[in-house]
């Protein structure tokens, strides 16, 4: 479903990923962990094309992302993706937040834009909060509308960038519990996380990135078994403290 | 002791209403044309194709650059001609307003441009990342998600412009219009009472400009009060 090919990245002289090779097959939980800097959000932007790379490719259901002749649009159209801080529309109601893209992007009418979203509002338990404003939900709350935001486009994968980061640690675990089912049914997913827990849980895959690099990229039990290298060992034993 | 005789103006009262409706047809067009040709000039500041980026940093730093007054007289001097020579006007048609309105609305518009520059600046990146995640286009990014929120931060600031736009049509008095000012300046002059007409035009407009200013303060409370939330 995703492949990533030797890419690598720059801003001047700072490399940022360096020849990053990884698959994600349809139906599998990849998690990306890794420390502060070490390229996590860069290599999840450039899956959809929001990050730009300079070598390599990447191709998303058998489209090439870096390809100038690709329609970047149409694919993000159909790659949901999840960001730390929400980045609901603050602007518009939760309603208008679930249906704009799926009016403005595929062209659906107003009302099965409406009954699409409320359904999956439903799913992530907040319909009752439909009419609302995102200032006026909670920060846990708001990080379930924008997962279902993007499951509102009938998503063929979805990324993941720390979406429990940003939150107070009692409305972690609702986020997660959304992520779980969704990963139980079968989607796609590259989570950027250090919850795990969730790892554990649902992950196919753990990739430990560190300074740029792939550095381990195994099944869950052999990440969590025996990390081959160092600094994925030392990275475990700290944040496993927590 | 001066002898103030405000005897002239309830007579004069149409006709500095009239002079009114001029100064506010100009402030109004010049405000909504501004902001406008302001939001086009800001978004191509703001574009990656640079020759766009230059030209219109050209003309904001041009237009805000050169004094008012000499822009309007220019805009008296020469647009009248091209006017009627493009439409084929008859040489007495009376086209200082339409000149008027001109020349404000393209000078306000590089103020109005940089106000909204620096409202677009104000929404945060992820946004549009995130209208580009669910497939949204630049151009539906921009109207659907970060010019919205801009301009709901900027409305104060583009009401003050406006209020100070107002008080500055009163500089077309220069070309003979009989704006409100001009109106004023009119009947004192012919009625020799310069001084009560000049005071009562500076009370007008002070009261004009004080309550719209309150208005726009209890807008940025209320506007504040919303962020909070
Ligand atoms: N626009 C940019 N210009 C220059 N350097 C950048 C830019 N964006 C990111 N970087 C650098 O690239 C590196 C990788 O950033 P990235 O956000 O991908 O890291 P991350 O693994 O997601 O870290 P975090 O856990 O803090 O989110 C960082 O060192 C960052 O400073
Ligand atoms: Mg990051």
């Known amino acids: ?242 | 002791m001066y002898d103030f005789d405000w005897s002239s103006i309830p007579g004069a009262l149409p006709f500095l209403w009239d002079g009114m409706k001029i100064s506010l047809e100009i402030t109004v067009t010049a405000v909504i044309f501004g902001i406008v040709w302001g939001t086009l000039l800001a978004m191509l500041r703001l574009s990656p194709v640079k020759p766009l980026a230059w030209f219109a940093a050209g003309y904001v730093n041009l237009f805000r650059s050169i004094p008012l007054v000499m822009v309007l007289l220019w805009f008296f001097l020469i647009v009248p001609q091209l006017l009627r020579s493009f439409f084929n006007l008859d040489p007495n048609t009376d086209v200082r307003l339409t000149s008027a309105m001109i020349g404000f609305a393209l000078f306000e518009s590089a103020y109005y441009s940089e106000i909204i520059r620096a409202g677009i600046q104000s929404v945060p990146k992820g946004q549009v990342a995130a209208a580009s995640a669910l497939g949204m286009s630049y151009s539906q990014a921009m109207r659907l998600v970060v010019l919205p929120q801009a301009f709901r931060n900027m409305v104060p600031l583009l009401l003050t412009q406006a209020i100070v736009l107002f008080q500055d049509t009163s500089l077309v008095y220069m070309s003979a219009l009989a704006d409100f000012f001009g109106a004023a300046y009119k009947v004192g002059d012919r009625d020799g009472r310069l001084v009560e007409l000049l005071l009562f035009a500076g009370v007008v407009y002070f009261l004009i400009c004080f309550a719209a200013s309150q208005l726009v303060r209890r807008y940025q409370k209320k506007l504040n009060a919303h962020v909070a939330h």
């Open chain 1, 1 to 242: 479903m995703i492949s990533i090919d030797n890419v690598s990245k720059h801003y001047g002289s700072f490399q940022v990923l360096t020849d990053c090779t990884t698959q994600v097959k349809k139906g599998e939980v990849i998690v990306v962990c890794g420390p502060s800097g070490s390229g996590k959000s860069t290599l999840i932007k450039c899956v959809n094309g929001l990050e730009p790379f300079q070598a390599g490719a990447i191709t998303v259901d058998g489209i090439s992302v870096g390809d100038p002749k690709t329609n970047l649009s149409k694919l993000r159209s159909r790659v949901g993706m999840v960001f730390q801080h929400f980045e609901l529309f603050p602007h518009m109601s939760i309603t208008d937040n679930l249906s704009i893209a799926q009016e403005k992007v595929l062209g659906r009418s107003k009302d099965e834009a409406r009954a699409k979203g409320l359904k999956l509002l439903e799913r992530v338990g907040l319909k009752a909060h439909a009419e609302k404003f995102p200032g006026q939900l909670s920060g846990g709350q708001q990080q379930r509308v924008a997962i279902a935001r993007a499951l509102c486009m009938d998503p063929i994968c979805m990324l993941f960038d720390e979406p429990t980061s940003a939150l107070d640690p009692e409305m972690i675990n609702e986020v997660l519990d959304v992520m779980v089912e969704l990963a139980q049914e079968g989607m796609t997913m590259m989570c950027v996380t250090h919850e795990m827990g969730f790892a554990r849980k649902v992950a196919n895959r753990v990739i430990f990135m560190d300074k740029g690099l792939i550095v381990e990229d195994d099944s869950k039990d052999a990440f969590f078994g025996a990390p081959r290298s160092e600094r994925a060992r030392q990275f475990l034993a700290k944040i496993l403290q927590h």
